[in-house]
């Protein structure tokens, strides 16, 4: 039989093993998430764009949110949302400074950026929900949400590392909305509405692979010189001649928590844009590899069950029928006391 | 005070108790007996609480018909508000009592420790109801709630599904351990005897259960990654939780003990709030030890000692589990019950800011984003609380939970 001591000490050293496992080693680690073969994707080109806000509308009616009401001190805009919300999927946001003259310039300039989910390598949104609703497309890895499963508790809210699941925190019968790259068009051959829409190619949709081949030629340009910039969707044939920017060294969703499906060049630094610094390491993937090294195959809870029920199993099932015991109560008290047996 | 008391005792009067106690503990010692309070159920202190029921019955039917936003100032930038930071995770370490008297006394095989089993049982069993209330409240789409049971939905990486998995049957598991205690108010003995001789088996699924899922409530954090705060955000997450939840539980015993010992007019068990306490104060600064070591050797220590309003919060909490121990140190200082009442409230509070620090002050979405409860949001988190409080009452007039006092049992 187990004896306390034991037992105490087992307990203990798995807690301090599953500390130290998960702490300095990578032993059991969960895998980092390859890119899927026929990852989608969209590029935006920060230096392109032109503030238009075609692809937000564009979104809206695509993916049937309703208008939203801004109140700025300017006056009382319809439909010029400022952030996600549970009725906006998609963003254009501005950088300014100074005199706000100069495109694509820190100082005195000004700049934009989108905002929408970044279809996560390694969501994090995926990682948490307790109820599958949030699943990643094993082909296409595209994020996508499930009203039917949604349980309403926002822990993707609450998770996201760029802030994109919204709720209807409005409604009595509430729900999560985010951007899904429009795949409900894909069958009928459409693609994301942002990126049909828009006049300059800022927003270009495409496979990530080719998406990543693009980024690369654009860095590799002299800045000034012509070049022809595609538009829509990548390899559709639309496009047009342009000038070749000038881009900050940094492909924002290249790497950062294991890589996005949605990449992002731009003339200003990112921080500038408030987009957030993240790690490269995917949270998901360090939460996976902690709760992994704890619950590891179950061993752990499993064994000290196992613990828990000979000590509880000898401490308290009756031995003998109750009534027929011999009854000395200070010795028997101070038996158990001691933790031994009477 | 007999000593010999018949098998089947009369139901009003419950001479014996079998529901936890060990089989061999001597029949009518004075000290293992449990018997109801009796008095009136309703007074002016239960009024009041009834009242502050009702008024979250009337805020939560607002909530149910126009939705969270109505009554609550949740955003996307905090989702997660007073409901889930303090009736979740602060509600449900403070019912950490229940498991570790449990395991003081079973496991460890602790007699002396008895006596607070019960009323520990009791606070943790309306704890853990609360809890799940309150999740109930905060879910938006509670109507599906069974999904997070349902295998074609469940997805097991979440920290979340563990959580509500792990609380749902430890709430389950305390009703069956408390299921004695009313077999036994009602002289069930044919029942009460078969449950016993498989409590042992729920005692122990008792004590698992929760040391999964309050670790867990410190893992929920560890996937919003640089969302936290650094001095906040560790892989020790799950251990500080679980060392603090086991400190602030058994300082809700000692607080409840002696509140109860004071509303009831009973005696106080003295000695055995100032072991709970002691060992509460301890696990207290095993989490101190482990939080400041854990930050030197993140090489984040440096940020507590930036003129932030964090890491002042982070020394309060310190200092809020480092002077309980001092003020319960030796013998002598336990002796002063006022001690051991201040020692558990400041363990408390120190615990209940840590978690609120961690959930709702480390943590950042980014700018734009402010939370401060609603009225609505304080008015159901306290109705919660009276509604504890409430049945607790009740159900100590009720039933045998708090130990038979000498004078009473000699007078009845
Ligand atoms: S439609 Fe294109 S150019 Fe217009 S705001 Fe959107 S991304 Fe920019
Ligand atoms: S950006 Fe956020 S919502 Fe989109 S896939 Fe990544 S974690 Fe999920
Ligand atoms: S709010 Fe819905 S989608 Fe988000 S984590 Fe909860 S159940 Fe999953």
């Not at chain 2, 079973?106 to 309150?134: C, D, K, T, W």
């Not at chain 2, 598991?173 to 016993?196: A, C, D, S, Y």
Request: include cysteine; hydrophobic fraction near 45%.
């Amino acid at each position: 039989m187990l004896s306390r001591r034991d037992f105490l000490s087992g307990a203990a050293g798995g807690v301090a093993a599953a500390a130290v496992a998960t702490t300095t080693t990578d032993a059991g680690a969960r895998e980092a998430k390859p890119m899927p073969d026929h990852a989608l994707g969209l590029l935006f080109d920060g230096t392109l764009c032109i503030g238009c806000r075609a692809c937000v509308a564009a979104c809206k009616e695509a993916n049937g949110m309703p208008p939203e009401r801004t109140m700025l001190e300017g006056g009382d805009y319809w439909d010029a949302p400022l952030d996600l919300s549970g009725k906006t999927l998609n963003v254009i946001k501005c950088y300014r400074d100074g005199a706000g003259t100069r495109k694509d310039e820190v100082n005195d300039g000004f700049a934009f950026t989108k905002t929408s989910c970044m279809h996560c390598v390694d969501p994090s949104c995926v990682s948490v929900c307790p109820v599958s609703a949030m699943t990643k497309d094993p082909v296409t890895g595209i994020v996508k949400y499930s009203l039917e499963a949604c349980i309403g508790c926002r822990y993707c809210v609450a998770a996201c590392p760029f802030g994109v699941p919204r709720f209807t925190y409005d409604e009595a019968f509430p729900r999560i909305n985010k951007c899904q790259l429009c795949e409900q068009r894909h069958a009928d051959g459409g693609y994301s509405a942002c990126a049909e829409v828009c006049p300059t190619g800022a927003t270009l949709y495409g496979r990530v692979k080719d998406l990543q081949q693009e980024v690369a030629r654009r860095k590799a340009l002299t800045p000034g010189a012509k070049t022809t910039y595609p538009r829509g969707r990548l390899g559709n044939g639309d496009s047009y001649q342009g000038v070749a920017k000038r881009y900050v060294d940094h492909v924002y969703g290249e790497k950062e928590i294991g890589g996005t499906q949605v990449l992002h060049l731009s003339g200003v630094p990112f921080e500038l844009l408030n987009k957030p610094k993240l790690p490269l390491d995917a949270p998901a993937r360090v939460a996976e590899t902690l709760q992994g090294a704890i619950y590891h195959a179950l061993m752990a809870p499993i064994g000290f069950l196992g613990a828990l029920l000979a000590l509880a199993y000898r401490h308290m099932r009756p031995a003998d029928p109750p009534l027929e015991r011999g009854v000395e109560p200070g010795a028997s008290v101070k038996a158990r006391e001691k933790g031994g047996e009477p | 005070m007999s000593t010999a008391a018949p098998h089947g005792a009369h139901p009003a009067h419950p001479v014996r108790e079998v529901g936890h106690e060990l089989p061999h503990v001597p029949a009518g010692a004075a000290h293992e007996e449990a018997a109801p309070v009796g008095g009136r159920i309703w007074n002016r202190f239960t009024a009041g609480l009834a009242a502050l029921v009702l008024v979250m019955c009337a805020v939560l039917a607002m909530r149910f018909i126009r939705g969270i936003g109505a009554v609550t100032n949740l955003n996307d930038g905090y989702p997660w508000g007073l409901w889930i930071a303090y009736d979740v995770v602060v509600g449900s370490a403070l019912a950490a009592g229940g498991f570790t008297v449990a395991f003081l006394t079973y496991i460890l095989n602790r007699g002396e420790y008895h006596p607070a089993v019960r009323p520990a049982l009791l606070a943790a069993l309306f704890g853990y109801v609360q809890a799940g209330m309150s999740v109930f409240f905060d879910i938006g789409r509670y109507w599906e709630f069974w999904h997070m049971f349902w295998p074609r939905y469940v997805q097991v990486n979440s920290v979340l599904f563990e959580v509500s998995l792990c609380i749902t049957t430890y709430t389950l598991v305390l009703f069956v351990e408390f299921t004695p205690v009313i077999l036994e108010r009602f002289g069930w003995e044919r029942p009460r005897q078969k449950i016993n001789r498989v409590l042992f088996f729920f005692v122990a699924v008792g004590v698992l259960l929760p040391t999964m899922h309050q670790s867990s409530l410190g893992s929920l954090l560890v996937i919003f990654g640089p969302q936290v705060h650094p001095l906040y955000q560790t892989q020790l997450l799950p251990l500080l939780f679980l060392t603090s939840c086991i400190g602030m539980g058994l300082a809700a015993v000692v607080f409840e003990g002696t509140v109860s010992a004071l509303a009831f007019k009973r005696h106080l068990e003295q000695e055995l709030l100032g072991k709970l306490i002691r060992i509460g104060t301890t696990l207290g600064l095993a989490f101190l030890v482990l939080r400041i070591g854990d930050c030197a050797r993140r090489g984040v220590l440096g940020l507590a000692f930036q003129p932030t309003a964090l890491s002042l919060l982070f020394w309060i909490e310190n200092v809020l589990f480092l002077v309980p121990a001092l003020l319960v140190a030796t013998e002598r200082a336990r002796r002063h019950p006022q001690r051991l009442f201040v020692a558990a409230c400041l363990l408390a509070v120190g615990g209940l800011l840590y978690r609120r620090s961690a959930y709702l002050v480390a943590y950042e979405t980014g700018a734009g984003f402010r939370y401060f409860p609603s009225m609505g949001e304080l008015a159901v988190s306290v109705g919660l609380v009276a509604f504890e409080i409430l049945a607790i009452t009740i159900a100590i007039r009720l039933l045998p939970v708090l130990p038979k006092e000498p004078e009473a049992a000699e007078s009845a």
